[in-house]
């Protein structure tokens, strides 16, 4: 089983819809988890952090946490053009040092 | 802009060769990662050096090594080039200590190439 299991998509959504991506994880004892974005030809940027459970709203982002059920969510709300990427979601790695990576899913959001 | 600078942008190099790539991490970071990323996959984590030492190794072989400079700039060396090193090569800058949630931070990569 891969540590961090995301949904390669591609998603495709409309302008002004929400989108919505998921993970889940295997690692039970992990606290910290990212949601990266990552442009194509680009290195990824770190876009929200999440470390309690429920949810972390920041603009028009909101990341879920649900630590019983190993599972992180990113909603972007009002999803623009200019979202499209890939979205990678990570953890670090309970009692270690490295952060690790989803394979990260392809959103497209469609004018 | 995440301060961290890599070098070179771009590097073709045939099977069998050695290579080294640099970074500079961000002002006030004392940790770098560097990580691995095939086309259409997430990062895989190489190995991470804080304060000089490595902290922590992922499923590379010993011909990947590094080394990481009193001013906390890092190299990633790799010997014996095989055509599955091709890929982009990033570094990731971050502030490790008590308390501290390692966010990292890319430079833009370095994309290799190996024929």
């Known amino acids: 089983q891969k540590e961090v299991e995301q949904n390669s998509g591609p998603l495709s959504v409309p302008e002004g819809a929400i989108a919505s991506l998921n993970c889940t994880y295997s690692?039970?004892?992990?606290?910290?988890f990212f949601w990266y974005r990552q442009y194509s030809g680009k290195s990824p940027e770190l876009i929200m952090s999440?470390?309690?459970?429920g949810d972390k709203e920041d603009g028009r982002f909101t990341a879920q946490l649900n630590k019983a059920s190993q599972y992180v969510s990113l909603l972007i709300r009002d999803s623009q053009p200019s979202d499209s990427a890939t979205y990678l979601c990570?953890?670090?790695?309970?009692?270690?040092?490295?952060?690790?990576f989803g394979a990260g899913t392809r959103l497209f959001v469609k004018a | 802009e995440t301060g961290v600078t890599q070098s070179p942008t771009h590097l073709i190099k045939t099977r069998g060769q050695q290579v080294t790539l640099r970074c500079s991490s961000q002002?006030?970071?004392?940790?770098v990662s560097w990580y691995q990323q095939a086309l259409g996959q997430g990062p895989q984590f190489i190995f991470q050096?804080?304060?000089?030492?490595?902290?922590g190794r992922g499923n590379f072989p010993p011909r990947f090594s590094g080394l990481q400079f009193p001013n906390y700039s890092s190299e990633l060396n790799v010997n014996a080039l095989e055509l599955d090193d091709s890929a982009l090569y990033l570094c990731?800058?971050?502030?490790?200590?008590?308390?501290?949630?390692?966010?990292?931070?890319f430079g833009s990569g370095t994309q290799l190439s190996v024929l």
């Open positions: 990731a800058s971050s502030l490790q200590g008590a308390g501290i949630n390692e966010k990292l931070f």
């Open positions: 690692d039970r004892g992990s606290q910290s």
């Open positions: 999440i470390y309690s459970n």
């Open positions: 990570a953890l670090e790695e309970a009692g270690g040092f490295k952060t690790i």
């Open positions: 002002s006030g970071h004392n940790t």
């Open positions: 050096y804080y304060r000089e030492e490595e902290n």
